[in-house]
């Protein structure tokens, strides 16, 4: 679905992703994570055509995006909670997603999912950090892509929406989508991937399911083990 | 691109500094012109409202507009739309509205104080156009500069050090150099270093049309001579559009491969 070949970024003197060699496959859900300045948003946006790698190629469903923008069609992406232009709705940023796009979007129903009903006609400076984040969802699924890109998707939802999102992520697998999805927290991780890419240091250090990672460090949870290897490279890195 | 500029539009349209904006062009030209209760006085005290103001507005918002975008530029930029048709569309988005703003907010005063029944309705025209003008090139240059500069502090210092320099300083550098070199010819030197600023090419275009000697100064009297005045403000409007179509497309180069 997504393949990644020999890409290298430098931003300045600081070399991100160094020779990044991925393959996501669709039916999973492929969560990126990684200590902080990993290259984690880097291989993100590289495969969005955010970032133009120096080096390496991506191809997503078989087709070169470098100097493409149609394959992004394909894609529906959930960024981190941002700030979009304030004095606009979200009824009119759906729609100018929708004008972009073209297409039947299944808008309708997403939002009496999450409950965006009341909020549709607000301007969105006046929506608090999780019901925006709401509209970014609704923006990631009203279409159905067959990748889904979710950048720490949960931060800032409220119980309910969160067991939502994570159902529908889950739904999206078992329809045969490729999910990518980056987060912090664990337990999220835990239920949810499929397959752990973890990044260190602008390469991929390690590409495991959960269970058998806990099993390589001998950890009944995942957290434990994810610090037991992030420990073990240090001490590997001091001596 | 269109479909960016409509939504831009919506946006602009309802925050509260373009209407301030507007009505500081409104309630400005109409004390002016309630005072000198004469359309063509009220145009010449506008001229400096115009060279000074618009360039200073265009350059500041159209900065802080550039680094507030930019969350929206990257989701923009994650749909299957086209780099140059999302940055085209933004940049034309807020020029246009500060230029209409500008045209409406000095415009409506005029015809309410009877200048279509007057000989000044061409001055008030091209004096019209020529804010446009202004707001077009400066907006480009602060798109251009915001998008060579990640750090929103060393951009917004560098944009306003452009219009400092453009507005006021050049005046200075201008006379020094008129009077160090005052034993050599200087009128292509001196028509040269006027094609370098956009305000002085709009103060010089007006003065032109207006067919004030006695404001033209040293710069605008050469024009007058070397040019003639149609010729003169000809020259100085196709220098204004290569002053919005060259920071235009260093911003549009630099937005095609910059990373986001």
Known sequence: ?239 | MLKILKYSFKDIFRSKWLLIYFGFFFVSTWFLLYFTNDPSKGLVSLLNIILMLIPLMAIVFSTIYFYNAREFTELLLAQPIRRHAIFTGQYLGLSLSMAGSFFLGSGIPFLFFGVQNSDSSGSLINMLLMGVLLSFVFSALAFAISIYNENRIKGFGLAILVWLVMAIVYDGIFIYLMVRFSDYPLEKPAIALSLLNPIDLARINILLQLDISALMGYTGAIFNKFFGTAMGMAVSVIAMLFWTLIPLFLYLRKAGRKDF
């Open chain 1, 1 to 239: 679905m997504v393949e990644i070949r020999n890409i290298f970024k430098k931003f300045g003197s600081v070399e991100v992703l160094k020779g990044l060699n991925l393959d996501l496959r669709a039916g999973q859900v492929n969560v990126i994570m990684g200590p902080n300045a990993s290259g984690k948003t880097t291989l993100i946006k590289s495969i969005l055509g955010l970032v133009v790698p120096d080096k390496g190629e991506i191809k997503v469903m078989g087709e070169n995006i470098h100097k493409n923008w149609l394959y992004r069609s394909r894609i529906g992406y959930m960024p981190q909670i941002a700030h979009y232009p304030e004095n606009l709705t979200p009824l009119e940023l759906i729609r100018m997603i929708s004008d972009i796009r073209k297409g039947n979007p299944d808008t309708q129903a997403i939002i009496e999912w999450l409950g965006l009903q009341d909020f549709l006609d607000k301007k969105l400076r006046y929506l608090s950090g999780g019901t925006r984040q709401k509209v970014n969802a609704t923006l990631a699924l009203m279409y159905d892509c067959p990748i889904l890109i979710f950048d720490e998707p949960t931060v800032g939802l409220d119980p309910v929406a969160r067991l939502k999102l994570k159902d529908r992520i889950r739904e999206e697998r078992d329809k045969g989508k490729t999910v990518i999805l980056t987060t912090h927290v664990m337990s999220e991780i835990e239920e949810l991937a499929d397959r752990i890419i973890f990044l260190m240091e602008g390469i991929i250090y390690l590409e495991e399911t959960p269970g058998k990672i806990k099993e390589s460090q001998g950890e009944a949870s995942l957290e434990r083990a994810i610090a037991r290897i992030l420990e073990s490279q240090k001490t590997g890195i001091d001596a």
